[in-house]
């Protein structure tokens, strides 16, 4: 199988994650002293980006740091995981952005953060131009409508792609209820739309399936793809549903976990791989990534996310490949 080419548009960010003692955080004048903390490299974009590069897609980012040393550690990291950085635009305009993550017992989180010089990345039509010529796939993610120019370069690169016949991904994070004619502008424009529970109360007001289904038929993808957590995923491809069932897995922290599950879905759709695999391989990254620490702990190789399905599948009876 030759390496595809998948271009990523979003966020780079640093990640301080705080590990709490408590899931209840109140806004009053007292401190909270986290049990353990960290920084970790992080953002949407990096963190698909380098899921997918391990799993052996050729993946590079267009993103915004600022000119500090952040943005250059930043930068370098993903150089280190063999991400292309030719796209990676310096600003002295803002800061790099930096998401404070706080992680409740049990592994779930609560994200506040800057994004700083994510907001100004608007890449020129040269850029936008350069990217889709020798891309398999482009991936953005709806963070993006929040940028200066208010989503105009998200439309710009993803209709783009899609009129050039270039698989288009979009994860809808990011986008609210008002960002409806945006959404509209992207209609038959995106191969593959991914989205969680949360994100889709917020843009439709629902966490149902139909729900779900309703926006399938508003954006009109090939296939949306329902990322639901401890209930596993779903696929709607037009009459079809297709779903999965979660890993059983004690998370620790499942910031970037929704990420690693685009990549391992990203990856299985680029190859060929059916639906039902597509979603194993997805739910297998999302279960890998929120058994350690931080956004990029992620399998090493294709091989070992593969041994990691087998290892949990003989534990579970399920998930054989």
Known sequence: MSEKRVFVYGDLNLDVIYFLDTDELVFRDVSYVARRGLYAPGGVAGNLAVAARRLGSRTSVIAKVGEDVVGVVLVKDLETEGVGVRYVAATREEPTGVMSILVKPGGGRVIVGYRGANRLNT????????????????????????????????????????????????????????????????????????????????LVGSASVSAAEAL??????????????????????????????????????????????????????????????????????????????????????????????????????????
């Open 216 to 321: 399938y038929k508003s954006l009109e993808p090939e296939v949306l793809f329902l990322k639901m957590g401890e209930r596993g995923s779903l696929a709607i491809a037009g009459d079809r549903k297709v779903s999965v069932k979660a890993f059983n897995v004690m998370a620790v922290d499942t910031t970037g976990s929704g990420d690693a599950f685009n990549a391992g879905v990203l990856y299985s759709v680029l190859e060929g791989f059916d639906l039902d695999k597509a979603l194993l391989y997805g739910n297998a990254m999302g279960a890998y990534k929120a058994l350690g620490v931080g956004a990029r702990h992620l399998p090493r190789s294709l091989r070992e996310l593969e041994e990691f399905i087998e290892a949990v599948g003989r534990l579970s009876g399920q998930h054989a490949l």
């Open 123 to 202: 890449p020129s039509s040269e850029v936008i131009e350069s990217a889709v010529s020798s891309a398999d796939a482009v991936f953005a993610y709806g963070f993006a409508a929040r940028n200066v120019d208010r989503g105009e370069s998200l439309v710009g690169l993803l209709t783009r792609a899609s009129r050039e016949s270039v698989v288009t991904g979009l994860d809808l994070s990011g986008f609210n209820k008002g960002d409806r004619s945006l959404l509209l502008k992207l209609k038959k424009s995106v191969t593959y739309a991914f989205i969680n529970l949360d994100e889709l109360e917020e």
